[in-house]
């Protein structure tokens, strides 16, 4: 069974470029999560998707950050204009309300900005 | 919003050494979900333990939900079990948003 996949798994980005980060969730799997972790923080909830709606964004920060998650192809995070501060590891999660709700993480990106 | 506390936020062990790690919430929690996060990054789910008791090999886990607590046991412990173990808590099924403690770093030293 193919896992939560992420890509790219690392991604530099000077500053004030865009930054697209897409996670495709596991197979049979409904919701996706995104999550941000900090350099020696613990993981923060940002935004809960189903397909074609977002559930729960009150993680996100209010400007420059996007999430979709569309009725085809990947969920994607995108940061726009990034800055220094959006240096991080961003990970993707998704579950199945039919199995409880335990979530099952990608790989993660890590992001680095220049 | 509810807090999740971990403790102890870093130990050392030998080798073939048992450990207890802990996670208090300060409310009642619909699921809770032990993950290390392995040197390379990676986040491993443990257990899904919203109550109860699980076993893994030589990892198992105890949540005691109404005293708002779960405990890890690793036993036998071996090297690769160095890393961060986070506990996790979804406090609303509604939302989905897992509230993680700040994790517990362990070295085991060979």
């Known amino acids: 069974n193919a896992g939560v996949m992420q890509n790219p798994r690392h991604l530099v980005r000077r500053r004030g470029q865009e930054a697209r980060l897409r996670c495709s969730p596991m197979k049979g799997h409904s919701h996706v999560y995104w999550y941000r972790q900090l350099p020696e923080e613990g993981l923060k909830f940002m935004v809960y998707l189903q397909k074609e709606n977002i559930i729960d964004e009150s993680g996100m920060p209010k400007e420059r950050f996007s999430a979709e998650f569309p009725k085809e192809g990947p969920s994607i995070l995108r940061i726009q204009q990034v800055v220094r501060g959006d240096s991080a590891a961003y990970f993707c999660?998704?579950?199945?309300?039919?199995?409880?709700?335990?979530?099952?993480f990608g790989p993660g990106t890590r992001l680095t900005v220049t | 919003g509810i807090q999740v506390e971990q403790s102890p936020p870093d130990l050392i062990l030998q080798e073939g050494a048992n450990s207890t790690l802990r996670c208090n919430f300060s409310?009642?929690?619909?699921?809770l979900q032990w993950f290390h996060q392995n040197p390379w990054g990676q986040l491993i789910n443990l257990f899904y333990i919203p109550s109860g008791t699980k076993q893994n090999g030589r990892l198992s886990a105890t949540t005691v939900a109404t005293e708002r607590y779960s405990l890890l046991y690793i036993s036998s412990s071996q090297t690769t079990d160095s890393g961060v173990y986070f506990c996790a808590v979804l406090y609303s099924s509604n939302t989905g948003k897992l509230i993680f403690g700040q994790g517990t770093t362990l070295q085991v030293k060979p």
């Open positions: 409310d009642s929690v619909n699921n």
């Open positions: 999660a998704s579950s199945n309300p039919g199995q409880g709700g335990e979530q099952y």
